[in-house]
C-alpha cells in the first residue's frame, strides 16, 4: 500500500486499534480499487472510482448520512450504502482522536441510485439499537440577504452583490404583497457553487457590512425541495404568484378558463398567491405559457407547475420528526414563499398535518384576544378540566395526555451540537416514565431545531404521533395532531 493509504489507516487505529482496523480498510481499498485520502477533517473514499470518465455526477446524487456510531468507519459503512448502487464518493467526517465525528456523505453516479438509498436505508438499524439517518444533501449556492431597502430594484441588487461578492449568478426579488413597487426588504442571491456561496457568506456574515448605508443580514437560504420528474409529469396544478392581495378566487378562475373554457377546477388562494387546480395536466401545462407575465388586477404574475411531494413520503417525514407543510387532498403544494423568507420551498399559512392532508374545511383552533372589561368575573380552573381543542402546543397536548391517563409529566432532556456552519442546534429527548420500560424507552426526533422552543415542540410532537402509532395504526387516518389527541384518549379509556 502506498503512503497515502498509511496516513488514512494511522487516524482510525487510535480508536480501533492497530491491525484489525488497519486490515479492514487496506482489504476494502484493494477489493474495490477506490483510493482513499483523509484531508481537512475529512475522509474521502473514491472521487472519482476507478475508471471514471467525465464530469462529477449532477446535483441530487449526494445523500447525508447521520447518527452513525462513532467507532463505525469504511469497512462496515461502505457495503452498506453500496447496496443502493455504484457509490461515486463516499466522505466520513473525522474527529482529531481517530473516531468519526457521526456523519458522512455519499455521492452516488445517478440520483435514481440516492433516492433508492433514502428509501432502503432511512432509520436503518447498522447495529442493534442504533439507527442511522439518510436524507438528500443538496450543495447549497443560494443566499438570504435580509434588511435591503425595499424601494431597490433587482437590477441594483444584483450590480451590487456582483460587485462586494464573486460568483454571483441571479438575485431574486419578490415584490411586496402591498406595494409591488417595492421588495419585500429581502433577495436570495444564486451562486455559481457552493464554495463560492459559502466565500461569499463568510464575507458579509460580520454584521459590520452594509449594503447603502444599510447594515445587512445574511444567512444560507433553505433550499428547494427536490421533486423527482415522474412526479411532475402528472402534475396539474399551477403554482400562481404576484397577486394583488385584493385579487379573488373567482376572479383568478374566469381568468384562467378564458383560454380554454371550463379547464380550472378550482383555485385555492392565500395572501398574494394561489394554486389553481386543473381538470386535465395538458391543459395545466398550455396554460402557463399563456399565463405566465398576465396581468391580474394591475399586477403581472408569475406562473409555474407547483411542486407536489406524495402522501406517503410526507407521512415518512413526520414520523422521523420533520414538521412538513401540506395543502389540500394527497398531495403537498409547495410554493416559493413563507412568513419565514429565508426559506423559497415553503408555504404559508397552512397548518402542520402529520400525515400530509389538509381537509378543505379543517376544525381551526380559534385564536385571538378579546377585550378584558373591569369587573369581568373570573373563575379559577384547572387545564386538565378543558377540552383538548383548548390547546394549539404539541407540549400541552402531550402533557394533558399523560395527565388523563394518570401518567407521570413528561421529561424533557436538551441536546446539542454544532453545524458545520458554527450554529447551534437543539434536540429534546422526552422520557415518559408510564412507558419507560416498554418498547420505546424515550421519543427523540430525528431533525435539529436552533431555538429552544421549536425543538420542544418537535419532540412532543413526534412523541404524540409515536404514542398513536404503537397503539393502533389507524392514527394514519387523522389529519392533526389535535386528532391524534382524541384518538389517544379514546383507546386509553
Known amino acids: 500500500m502506498n503512503e497515502e493509504h498509511s496516513d488514512v489507516t494511522n487516524g482510525c487505529s487510535k480508536v480501533r486499534t492497530g491491525t484489525q482496523n488497519e486490515a479492514a480498510l487496506l482489504a476494502l481499498m484493494e477489493k474495490t480499487g477506490y483510493n482513499m485520502v483523509q484531508e481537512n477533517g475529512q475522509r474521502k473514499f473514491g472521487g472519482p472510482p476507478p475508471g471514471w470518465e467525465g464530469p462529477p455526477p449532477p446535483r441530487g446524487c449526494e445523500v447525508f448520512v447521520g447518527k452513525i456510531p462513532r467507532d463505525m468507519y469504511e469497512d462496515e459503512l461502505v457495503p452498506v450504502f453500496e447496496r443502493a448502487g455504484k457509490i461515486y464518493e463516499f466522505r466520513l467526517m473525522m474527529e482529531f482522536s481517530g473516531e468519526n465525528r457521526g456523519y458522512a456523505f455519499v455521492m452516488y453516479t445517478t440520483k435514481e441510485e440516492a433516492q433508492l438509498a433514502i428509501r432502503i436505508l432511512n432509520n436503518y438499524e447498522i447495529r442493534p439499537g442504533k439507527f442511522i439517518g439518510v436524507c438528500v444533501s443538496l450543495d447549497n449556492c443560494r443566499l438570504f440577504i435580509g434588511a435591503i431597502p425595499k424601494e431597490k430594484k433587482k437590477e441594483e441588487i444584483l450590480d451590487e452583490m456582483k460587485k462586494v461578492t464573486e460568483g454571483v449568478v441571479d438575485v431574486i426579488v419578490y415584490p411586496s404583497a402591498t406595494d409591488k413597487t417595492k421588495n419585500r426588504g429581502f433577495a436570495f442571491v444564486e451562486y455559481e457553487s457552493h464554495r463560492a456561496a459559502a466565500m461569499a457568506r463568510r464575507k458579509l456574515i460580520p454584521g459590520t457590512f452594509q449594503l447603502w448605508g444599510h447594515t445587512i443580514q445574511v444567512d444560507w437560504a433553505d433550499p428547494e425541495k427536490e421533486v423527482d420528474e415522474e412526479t411532475m409529469q402528472r402534475v396539474k396544478v399551477l403554482y400562481v404568484r404576484n397577486l394583488m392581495i385584493s385579487t379573488t378566487e373567482e376572479t383568478i378562475k374566469a381568468e384562467f378558463n378564458t383560454f380554454k373554457p371550463g379547464a380550472v377546477e378550482r383555485v385555492k388562494k392565500l395572501r398574494d398567491y394561489a394554486f389553481v387546480h386543473f381538470f386535465n395536466r395538458d ?211
Not at 339 to 354: E, G, H, Q
Not at 386 to 415: I, R, T
Request: with cysteine; glycine share 4%; net charge neutral.
Open 283 to 493: 391543459d395545466a401545462v398550455a396554460a402557463i405559457s399563456v399565463m405566465n407575465g398576465k396581468c391580474i388586477d394591475g399586477a403581472s404574475i408569475e406562473v409555474t407547475l407547483a411542486k407536489p411531494v406524495n402522501k406517503e413520503g410526507t407521512w415518512r417525514q413526520h414520523l422521523n420528526g420533520q414538521i412538513s407543510p401540506s395543502s389540500e387532498n394527497l398531495l403537498v403544494f409547495a410554493n416559493k414563499e413563507d412568513v419565514n423568507p429565508k426559506s423559497l420551498a415553503k408555504p404559508a399559512s397552512l397548518p402542520v398535518r402529520f400525515n400530509g392532508q389538509h381537509s378543505p374545511s379543517p376544525p381551526e383552533i380559534e385564536r385571538c384576544t378579546y377585550p378584558f372589561f373591569p369587573g369581568t368575573k373570573l373563575t379559577p380552573i384547572s387545564m386538565y378540566s378543558l377540552k383538548s381543542s383548548h390547546f394549539s402546543s404539541a407540549v400541552m397536548q402531550l402533557d394533558y395526555y399523560c395527565n388523563n391517563n394518570n401518567w407521570a409529566p413528561p421529561e424533557y432532556y436538551l441536546y446539542s451540537t454544532t453545524s458545520q456552519d458554527g450554529k447551534i442546534l437543539l434536540v429534546y429527548k422526552i422520557v415518559l416514565p408510564a412507558v419507560a420500560n416498554g418498547s420505546q424507552s424515550y421519543f427523540m426526533p430525528d431533525k435539529l431545531c436552533s431555538t429552544v422552543e421549536d425543538a420542544k415542540e418537535l419532540a412532543a410532537q413526534f412523541a404524540l404521533l409515536h404514542l398513536a402509532f404503537m397503539i393502533k395504526p389507524v392514527i394514519l387516518n387523522l389529519h392533526s395532531a389535535i386528532d391524534v389527541l382524541t384518538f389517544l384518549r379514546k383507546v386509553s379509556k
